[in-house]
């Protein structure tokens, strides 16, 4: 029998192997060197596809919290969910934006991106550090 519990479950586990995944995939994009347009542009569809299946995971975790009664974490997926979307408006367009510039401005584009891409990464390991803490602080034995 499938319970508001265990879809929330199911969103939780998404949700982490999502973020783990990602975060472990988008360091060792950072040996790049960021000098070349197609480099760039793998990068923000790399980031856009965590972006997308992210949004998937915590509104998707949000709802099922919310009907498993559990406010607590209900809300924090609701603001995962809302820092997601902010990020994927923030980073994909400012990706698109130096990765164009490249050609005509690579010092100061390729300096943009690499901070960008790393400002990316930090919110993507803070969101996964969140997610375990809540868990532990608010989760089935609470």
């Not at 960021?34 to 915590?58: C, K, M, Q, W």
């Not at 998707?60 to 820092?83: D, K």
């Amino acid at each position: 029998m499938v319970t508001s519990a265990s879809i929330a479950l199911f969103f939780t586990v998404v949700l982490l192997a999502t973020t783990a995944y990602f975060l472990l995939g988008s360091i060792p994009l950072l040996i790049l060197k960021h000098e070349d347009p197609v480099d760039a542009s793998f990068i923000r569809s790399f980031f856009n596809l965590y972006y997308r299946v992210g949004l998937f995971a915590t509104v998707g975790s949000a709802l099922a919290y919310a009907l498993a009664q559990r406010p607590g974490l209900a809300f924090g997926s609701a603001c995962l969910a809302g820092l997601v979307a902010l990020m994927r408006a923030r980073i994909i367009p400012a990706m698109q934006t130096l990765g164009e510039q490249m050609p005509v401005n690579p010092a100061g584009a390729i300096a943009g991106f690499r901070r960008t891409h790393l400002t990316a990464v930090g919110v993507n390991m803070g969101q996964l550090l969140l997610i375990v803490w809540a868990l532990t602080r608010l989760g089935p034995s609470s």
